[in-house]
């Protein structure tokens, strides 16, 4: 099967967020500081190692389909629909907020396609339940750092 134009260009969509995603999840996790540190930095790596093993079954997907991956450096800046990870040091609360953010944009992207790719290849569904189990569950993981209960 040759990939449709949609489809082909909604698996690009999602590889270049998962790429953007690995690249902000080192950036913080080389820049942290403060509370909970070592917890928060070992989560990162947690959440580069899926985004990374993502991307490569979605590339890997689109040659399959007989389509070409783009995961130039250049075209992920251009076309990720992920906010630009800060420079600097990040305090874990602000790391927390903002890889949380990648990871519920990088469902979004999922989400968004979605429909398009399991009308043209109910196949490749498989893959983006796949990602969208397990990088939700991630979001909800790193977001519990900084929930708080509710009592009476």
């Known amino acids: ?3 449709s ?3 082909a260009h909604g698996l690009q969509a999602i590889l270049v967020d998962l790429i953007e995603l690995s690249l902000q999840g080192k950036q913080a996790h080389w820049n942290i500081v403060g509370p909970n540190f ?3 930095h070992l989560q990162l790596d947690e959440v580069v190692a899926a985004a ?3 991307a490569d079954e979605v590339a890997e997907r689109l040659r399959a389909l007989h389509t070409v991956a783009d995961g130039r450096s250049a075209t992920v800046a251009k076309t990720t629909s992920l906010q ?3 420079e600097g040091l990040i305090t874990t609360s602000d790391a927390i907020d903002r890889i949380v953010a990648a990871l ?3 469902c979004t992207t999922v989400r968004g396609v979605y429909e398009a790719v399991e009308k043209d290849d109910a196949a490749t569904t498989d ?3 796949q990602i969208l189990l397990q990088l939700e569950k991630l979001a909800w993981m790193v977001s519990a750092e900084k929930a708080k209960t509710s009592t009476p």
């Open 52 to 54: 990374r093993l993502h």
């Open 1 to 3: 099967m040759k990939a």
């Open 5 to 7: 134009e949609e489809l």
């Open 104 to 106: 519920e944009g990088t």
């Open 38 to 40: 070592r917890d928060l």
């Open 127 to 129: 893959i983006l339940n």
């Open 84 to 86: 630009e990870a800060g």
